[in-house]
Nanobody, 132 residues
Framework: DVQLQASGGGLVQAGGSLTLSCAAS??????????IGWFRQAPGKEREGVSC????????YYADSVKGRFTISIDDTKNTAYLRMSSLRPEDTAVYYC???????????????????????WGQGTLVTVSS
């Protein structure tokens, strides 16, 4: 089974930056193109998909709310994905989750890339708090 470990959350001032990590384990040699997604859930709100990366070709998707401020990347040698968050705003405050699916092209499918149920594996959340 694939397991995910998210880390890197914390308290940051508005305008600051933070990098989240998602360490994955359990992939096999056949899993050469998988998708890692980042979701977030703010208090009282529904979970929102913010970014996704395909390990096969590094194709990246960003939600409009984070485009231009967040950068997703992946280190295949470590099976670790990163979410670099810059120009943070108080409205970015949320618990951030990483998720994975064994089908890398998921990131290109605009109809499902932000849908929870499209991802088979989930890590625990890491809290990001942006103070004003």
């Amino acid at each position: 089974d694939v397991q995910l470990q998210a880390s890197g959350g914390g308290l940051v001032q508005a305008g600051g930056s933070l990098t989240l990590s998602c360490a994955a384990s359990g992939f096999t040699s056949d899993d050469d193109d998988y998708a890692i997604g980042w979701f977030r859930q703010a208090p009282g709100k529904e979970r929102e998909g913010v970014s996704c990366i395909s390990s096969g070709d590094d194709y990246a998707y960003y939600a409009d709310s984070v485009k231009g401020r967040f950068t997703i990347s992946i280190d295949d040698t470590k099976n670790t994905a990163y979410l670099r968050m810059s120009s943070l705003r108080p409205e970015d405050t949320a618990v951030y989750y990483c998720a994975a699916d064994l089908l890398g092209p998921l990131c290109r499918d605009i109809d499902i890339v932000t849908i929870d149920e499209a991802y088979d594996y989930w890590g625990q959340g890491t809290l990001v708090t942006v103070s004003s």
